[in-house]
């Protein structure tokens, strides 16, 4: 299934890898079923931010109460990899959940769509889906 995201948050997502510059920037997804609606920036609590990224737990617990409380839903994942690299890598796909939620890496000043695919207990690979920028 394709996801859909507007230009401007397109935008928003490119200016902070650039600004992350080496190091991985990260954050969330917020919106509907296959619709991005809003992007938040989330700090990047790794211990290597170089080379990983992990998304602060206080803007997930957040984005998670919004959601319970009427809010736009988490649909998904973003990180950028400054070693320009535009594909998973293992670190990523060892990291996913099959979560039914999109991953976006930003590389190279472009942003790829990813899903994870799996068996219910172990993901295998991300599969690339397409990105459709609106407006």
């Known amino acids: 299934m394709a996801l859909q995201i507007s230009r401007k948050h ?7 890898a650039e600004q992350a510059a080496k190091e991985e920037c ?11 609606s809003e992007v938040v920036q989330a700090a990047n ?15 997930l617990i957040a984005a998670h109460k919004e959601a319970r409380n009427g809010g736009p839903q988490i649909r998904g994942y973003f990180h950028s990899h ?14 996913a959940a099959n ?7 930003i590389a190279n000043q472009s942003i790829s769509a990813w899903e994870p695919r799996g ?4 993901i295998f690979a991300l ?3 397409p990105l459709i920028v609106e407006g």
Do not use: M
């Open 26 to 36: 990260c954050g969330l997804l917020l919106g509907h079923g296959g619709t991005v």
């Open 10 to 16: 397109y935008a928003q997502l490119l200016k902070w």
């Open 45 to 59: 609590i790794s211990a290597d931010r170089y080379h990983n990224f992990e998304i602060d737990p206080a803007t």
């Open 127 to 129: 599969d690339a889906v």
């Open 82 to 95: 400054p070693n320009g690299l535009a594909r998973p890598s293992k670190t990523d796909i060892a990291q």
């Open 119 to 122: 068996d219910g207990s172990q």
């Open 99 to 105: 979560d039914g939620r999109y991953w976006l890496i």
